[in-house]
């Protein structure tokens, strides 16, 4: 998830790309238009598609801080309709499956672990954007590192004119 889109990506149990689909978002976009758009993605990735109609679970990754505990959006820059929203429920709602909601940075960083890095057990993965500022996430002894108040990794709001 963007500040301007939806990406939403088909992939098999090895990590290979079956599908993938873009929808064109609005900052000021509501949970509900949010969730027309996010099956609307679902739809169009499963479609045709006999062997992906049993989608095992979702990641949507955020490009903002996600309380952990409480699965509530606090605070996403550029997009203001999130913040206090539980987008965990609404998602795992809407899609009928295992939901996991992150910072974008963070399942980056748990992305090119697994994908291409899995031989470290350490690393740092920065995340420089246009509209969402710096961000990253942190792999220590091969585990997502998100500190003891879940802010590790969180350089700030910082805007970048790239």
């Known amino acids: 998830m963007g500040s301007d889109f939806i990406k939403g990506y088909?992939?098999?149990?090895?990590?290979g790309l079956a599908g993938s689909y873009t929808v064109e978002i609005m900052r000021d976009i509501t949970?509900?238009?949010?969730?027309?758009?996010?099956?609307?993605?679902?739809?169009?990735?499963?479609?045709?598609?006999?062997?992906y109609r049993k989608l095992i679970a979702a990641?949507?990754?955020?490009?903002?801080?996600?309380?952990?505990?409480?699965?509530?959006?606090k605070r996403i820059p550029n997009i203001y309709n999130?913040?206090?929203?539980?987008?965990?429920?609404?998602?795992?709602d809407t899609l009928e499956i295992p939901v996991i909601i992150h910072n974008?940075?963070?399942?980056?960083?748990?992305g090119e672990h697994i994908h291409s890095h899995f031989d470290r057990s350490n690393m740092i993965y920065i995340d420089f954007t246009k509209y969402r500022g710096i961000?990253?996430?942190?792999?220590?002894?091969?585990?997502?590192?998100?500190?003891?108040n879940s802010f590790a990794g969180e350089v700030g709001d910082i805007l970048v004119d790239i």
Request: hydrophobic share 45%; glycine share 10%.
């Open 104 to 110: 974008e940075a963070r399942l980056s960083a748990v």
């Open 135 to 148: 961000g990253a996430g942190i792999i220590l002894d091969g585990k997502l590192y998100t500190g003891l």
């Open 10 to 15: 088909l992939t098999d149990l090895c990590g």
């Open 31 to 51: 949970i509900e238009e949010f969730i027309v758009r996010i099956k609307a993605c679902k739809e169009a990735l499963v479609r045709n598609k006999k062997c």
């Open 82 to 92: 999130f913040e206090g929203v539980n987008l965990f429920d609404y998602m795992r």
């Open 59 to 73: 990641s949507i990754a955020v490009p903002g801080f996600v309380d952990d505990n409480n699965k509530i959006i």
